[in-house]
């Protein structure tokens, strides 16, 4: 069997103004249906170990979560290793009920933007109003980032993660080091 491999295999890069840095082998599952279910709640808890957020909102502890994608779409997140389990155990428990749980980690990529900066950096690249009273912990949104679509939350104080396509993840990579540039802070939340 092979070995998994992340999609830029742990690419770091500190040089500048924030630290980029791809969070290696995430465990994702697209959970669709209807989120105000019980079933499907509790599917998604189970499985995260974190509260369902409510809309546009994410949940996140380290690498556990429940990401709210639309009103029929959650992302919930958990250590790669357990997927597979966590998929059997919502098919078990949304069995009869309209639902679908699908493996995206490998279809994904997942980056952490973080220092005192990582605000305007992604402001430079995203049209989400991140000031510091607009957008808070928990918040999410599915974006776009320059060309290709994005979703963000804010991690932890003055940490970001973003989610891209694995086969956009160079080209993300590559837009967070050039916003990231040492003397590139624009000053809008300084």
Same mark, same amino acid.
């Given at each position: 069997?092979?070995?998994? !491999?992340?999609?830029?295999?742990?690419?770091?890069?500190?040089?500048?103004?924030?630290?980029? /840095?791809?969070?290696?082998?995430?465990? @994702?599952?697209?959970? =669709?249906?209807?989120?105000?279910?019980?079933?499907?709640?509790?599917?998604?808890?189970?499985?995260?170990?974190?509260?369902?957020?409510?809309?546009?909102?994410?949940?996140?502890?380290?690498?556990?979560?429940?990401?709210?994608?639309?009103?029929? /779409?959650? !992302?919930?997140?958990?250590?790669?290793?357990?997927?597979?389990?966590?998929?059997?155990? @919502?098919?078990?428990?949304?069995?009869?009920?309209?639902?679908?749980?699908?493996?995206?980690?490998?279809?994904?990529?997942?980056?952490?933007?973080?220092?005192?900066?990582? =605000?305007?950096?992604?402001?430079?690249?995203?049209?989400?109003?991140?000031?510091?009273?607009?957008?808070?912990?928990?918040?999410?949104?599915?974006?776009? @980032?320059?060309?290709?679509?994005?979703?963000?939350? !804010?991690?932890?104080?003055?940490?970001?993660?973003?989610?891209?396509?694995?086969?956009?993840?160079?080209?993300?990579?590559?837009? !967070?080091?050039?916003?990231?540039?040492?003397?590139?802070?624009?000053?809008?939340?300084?």
């Amino acid at each position: 069997m092979s070995k998994a !491999l992340s999609a830029l295999n742990g690419a770091k890069w500190s040089d500048g103004i924030a630290m980029i /840095e791809e969070v290696a082998l995430q465990g @994702m599952i697209t959970l =669709r249906g209807n989120l105000d279910d019980p079933k499907i709640k509790t599917a998604a808890t189970s499985a995260a170990n974190v509260d369902m957020p409510g809309p546009g909102q994410a949940n996140c502890a380290d690498n556990r979560g429940i990401c709210w994608m639309s009103p029929d /779409e959650a !992302l919930v997140l958990c250590p790669y290793d357990d997927v597979a389990e966590n998929i059997d155990m @919502m098919h078990k428990a949304l069995s009869g009920l309209h639902s679908l749980c699908v493996d995206v980690s490998d279809a994904r990529a997942v980056f952490e933007v973080s220092g005192p900066y990582a =605000r305007g950096v992604l402001a430079k690249l995203v049209p989400v109003d991140l000031a510091p009273d607009r957008f808070t912990k928990g918040m999410f949104r599915r974006t776009r @980032m320059a060309q290709v679509p994005a979703a963000l939350w !804010l991690h932890d104080t003055d940490s970001f993660r973003v989610i891209c396509f694995r086969s956009q993840a160079q080209y993300v990579f590559d837009l !967070l080091t050039v916003a990231a540039q040492p003397g590139s802070d624009v000053g809008a939340f300084r």
